[in-house]
């Protein structure tokens, strides 16, 4: 159920599951009163808020506009497709009517109400300790990978951590961007202390310590805290919890989900009755939407380049890019996990952390850019190319666009480096700079109705 203005979603009901982590199973609007008794409750709760990361508009689909498409990865043809609600994004001409941003965002607040009912419920319930810290460590961790794409995407917006109420949602303002992070890294460290390192049987793919960690340290890079970054990443990248497959192919492949290399993914299921596929990411049927200057980035010879390449799906007039290749179901939906963070993700950050902390020429940086680029089969960098500590920024940044093509990293990574202009004017698109990040909806500028305390971003 869509939910236009934030102070409805704070109200949306909970779909939680009752078959396991994957067979997400929505409940109709259970009383919370009467709903947050056990642990059994708890755990349906929890599987509630990972749903909403599977939503059609964040990991299911709309993600791929308004990141991929958005920078200098995909481009949309289509300007006569869905109103030209992607194209429009895609060239930067988006009014703040579109309904992918209304829907988006709505969204993602269900997700964050669903977490703040089980922070707010959890622990006046008696269950095993254990249990408890990993639920509410899922929640929060959840909630703070929600609000680091809420605060990327939008900015400031509302900091939410408790369940509101109607009432409470009309005195809501939009919250100063280091206020938001502060919470997630709050977030993120609770969760590093209470979820467990690994999982077994139908549990496998949740959030564990490392996925907290490493998106941690994400956060870190993103505020310009690297040396947090690079305290929290060392042991990530230097253990052996993960690694990086042989074959990057490997990765992605939907015979071999949850394995080594990722330390999170949204996880769905095609042909199933409770909707838990999904469509064929960047799939289209007017030809490549892949834009040049990425496949012309790659060196020749890389392995990741074939992970780029449309190729047709049976029985459906779409291609799709190798990388998320599935064959479609008796219900046309497909099941490749989505991968939010996986470990050469972790590597590069690392590199990156290092490398802002101090360039040292052939140090500990170039060990970690280079394990990335010996997996890919590409010559390794040394420090008569990368000489500067801006030279090798510029490899490391480009080594991202290259290993986490399709990801959802580029457009985050061109906004915190400060490149976006330049880099889309390559595509031949014009940007307009105030446009690093998008307008708040127009339904919730209208709810709120208050220009002080609720403005649209500048230039919108």
Known sequence: MKKIALFFVLLSGLSACQKGFLDLKPLSQPNVDNFYKTANDFGNAVNGAYDALQSANQYGGDYNTLIEARGDNVLDNDPSSGSGLRYNIDRFIEPTTNTLLRDTWGSLYTGINRCNLILDKIDAVTMDATLKARYKGEAQFIRALSYFNLVRLWGKVPLVLTAGSTSEARSYTRN??????????KDLTAAAAGLPVSYTGNDVGRATSGAAKGLLGKVYVTE??????????????????YQLLPNIADVFAVTNKNNAELLFAVKFKKGG??????GSWFGTSIGDNIEPSLRAAYPAGDKRLPLTVQVPVPSSINVVPRKYYDELSATNDVGNDFPVLRFADVILLYAEALNEVGYQADGEAFKALNRIRTRAGVATYTATQLATK???RTAVIAERRLELALESDRWFDLIRTGTAVDAIKVTGITMPAYRTVYPIPQSEIDVYNNRTSFPQNDGY
């Open 390 to 392: 801006e030279a090798f």
């Open 224 to 241: 310009k805290k690297y040396d947090l970054a690079v305290a929290i990443l060392r042991d990530l990248a230097n253990g052996t919890t």
């Open 176 to 185: 100063e961007i280091t206020d938001i992070y502060a919470a997630i890294e």
């Open 273 to 278: 009755s409770l909707g838990e596929g999904h």
